[in-house]
């Protein structure tokens, strides 16, 4: 029988998969309209991206791109508490949410790709800011799963926002530190 810890994981893992699919469903059921609803950035209009854009993708494909990094990243973080995922997820969005409308360059941002790479960049930063056997630990299967993620920091496509990236990872890292600075990480 699972306990009541995994199970509110797993109830948030199918809820966050879910919220995704059905946001993409009403997307192509819009033909695509929902993307306007990205970070434009320095436009006021794209201010509505900041919170929505981690949960808009441009196609199937880039969805199903980023839904199994999400999810396993996710879960890894989720071993500290709920909490501790909850509050780094919305620092993660808001924080590389905000520097791509500041800093991005113009074009509608959207999908959990800088989400993606703030809890990347935070599961690795946590080894180094934290020193817990756990965090090594998550630290080496992040690095052997999703080492090759570090090539999305550079600017290899036009259609793939690096700038998401890098601030996503930027963000992780930074709530890592004030992980550290004010103990939020405690159950």
């Known amino acids: 029988m699972m306990t009541l ?11 966050l998969a879910s919220i995704l699919v059905i946001v993409q469903l009403l997307n192509t059921f819009t033909g695509g309209s929902l993307i306007h609803l990205g970070i434009i950035p320095r436009d006021v209009r794209g ?26 990243l996710s879960a890894l973080l989720m071993t500290h508490s709920i909490r501790y995922y909850v509050l780094a997820s919305l620092f993660i969005i808001f924080t590389a949410g905000i520097l791509v409308w500041l800093f991005g360059r113009t074009a509608i941002h959207v999908g959990a790709s800088g989400w ?46 690096t700038e ?24």
């Open 164 to 187: 998401g990236h890098i601030f996503g990872a930027i963000s992780g890292v930074v709530f890592s530190w004030f992980s550290k600075k004010w103990l939020i990480t405690s159950h």
């Open 116 to 161: 993606i790479f703030g809890l990347w960049g935070l599961l690795l930063a946590n080894a180094y800011f934290l020193r817990r056997a756990k965090d090594f630990f998550f630290a080496i299967l992040v690095m052997i799963y999703y080492g090759a993620i570090v090539f999305g920091l550079l600017p290899w496509q036009e259609y793939i926002s």
């Open 5 to 15: 810890w995994f199970k509110q994981r797993v109830h948030i893992l199918i809820g």
């Open 47 to 72: 201010l509505i991206g900041i919170p929505l854009s981690p949960f808009l993708h441009g196609s199937w494909e880039h969805l199903f791109s980023n839904l199994p990094a999400l999810l396993v």
